[in-house]
Structure formats: C-alpha cells, structure tokens
C-alpha cells in the first residue's frame, strides 16, 4: 500500500474513533446536541490561539480548525439524526 494512502486511511480511521467515542459520551445527555456545539466552539477558539506567525503556520491552523469544525458538526449531526421519533 503506499505510504500516503496508508497515512490517509490511518487519520479517516482515527476521526471514526474519535466520533465514535464522543457520541458514545454524549448520547446519554439530555442535552447532548447543544454539549456538541459547545464543545466543538471550544475546541475551536483553542485552536484559533496555535501561533499562526508564519504563513505555512496559519494555513495549518486553519486547516486545523476546517477539520475540527467538521468532525464537531458531524458528531452534532449523528446525535440530532438520534433525536427524530422512529
């Protein structure tokens, strides 16, 4: 397999883990979507404070906080599809 690829589906593998474990967290709060959103904006008010003083640093920073925005959205995604009656 090449490296890059390995790479790539090491990270898709890890952020399922990551989403995986947080939902399971999550879903027995009553308020677990608006815990999502809280903590996916903290998360991302701590990473807008990474020392963006060169540029190859702010692009990492915002493609630190691109992804995280996402992988937050998701989880609050996953949990709101949880809250629809069958």
Same mark, same amino acid.
Do not use: F, Y
């Given at each position: 397999?090449?490296?890059? /690829?390995?790479?790539?589906?090491? &990270? /898709? =593998?890890?952020?399922? =883990?990551?989403?995986?474990? !947080?939902?399971?967290?999550?879903? =027995?709060?009553p308020?677990? *979507?608006?815990q999502?959103?809280?903590?996916?904006?903290?998360? /991302?008010a701590? &990473?807008?404070?990474? #020392?963006?003083?060169?540029?190859?640093a702010? &692009?990492?920073?915002?493609? /630190? *906080?691109?992804?995280?925005?996402?992988? !937050?959205? =998701? &989880?609050? !995604?996953?949990?709101?599809?949880? #809250?629809?009656?069958?």
């Amino acid at each position: 397999m090449d490296e890059v /690829v390995d790479l790539q589906a090491q &990270i /898709v =593998s890890l952020r399922l =883990s990551v989403e995986g474990l !947080w939902l399971s967290v999550l879903r =027995s709060d009553p308020n677990a *979507v608006a815990q999502a959103e809280r903590l996916g904006q903290e998360n /991302v008010a701590t &990473i807008g404070q990474i #020392d963006a003083s060169t540029p190859d640093a702010k &692009i990492m920073r915002d493609a /630190v *906080v691109r992804h995280t925005e996402q992988l !937050w959205g =998701s &989880i609050g !995604w996953q949990l709101r599809q949880g #809250d629809t009656p069958a």
